[in-house]
């Protein structure tokens, strides 16, 4: 019997993602905490620990198995044929042409009830 083993959290991945999380808030507080500082020195700020935080949660398992599912979609969306210009254009010009038509449809049949509850009814509109 060939079974694996599915690797699990740990305490020390919880507090990676702790410590992450601790540099964001701190960096959100000390955007704000310093604004007599230039914008852009606080947002660059913001940015490295931003980065720090990314660089902390991936070094636990919960960051490695997003960072997996991440290439893992990367490589799919390598995959994906896309429509040319012209098809585009032409499925573009579908959809216009069809809302068009439903649109008129229900405003034509919202007039005809309108005018036949008003018959009904004896009410002018």
Same mark, same amino acid.
């Given at each position: 019997? @060939? ?7 740990? =305490?020390? @991945?919880?507090?990676? &993602? ?9 960096? *959100? ?13 606080? #947002?660059?700020?913001? &940015? ?7 660089? *902390?949660?991936? %070094? #636990?398992? %919960?960051?490695? #198995? ?10 799919? &969306?390598?995959?994906? *044929? ?7 254009? %032409?499925?573009? *010009? ?15 049949? @919202?007039?005809? =009830?309108?005018?036949?509850? #008003? ?7």
């Amino acid at each position: 019997m @060939d079974t694996k083993v599915e690797p699990s959290a740990t =305490l020390f @991945d919880a507090a990676k &993602l702790l410590l992450a999380v601790a540099i964001l808030v701190a960096a *959100v507080l000390g955007f704000y905490y310093f604004e007599g500082a230039p914008l852009a020195l606080r #947002s660059l700020g913001v &940015l490295v620990a931003l980065g720090l935080a990314a660089v *902390v949660a991936l %070094q #636990s398992m %919960q960051g490695q #198995s997003i960072w997996k599912f991440i290439q893992a979609a990367r490589i799919e &969306l390598r995959k994906v *044929v896309w429509p040319t210009r012209e098809e585009t254009i %032409q499925t573009t *010009v579908a959809v216009l042409i069809f809302a068009l038509i439903g649109g008129t449809f229900f405003w034509l049949l @919202d007039v005809l =009830l309108l005018w036949l509850t #008003s018959k009904i009814t004896g009410q002018g509109v």
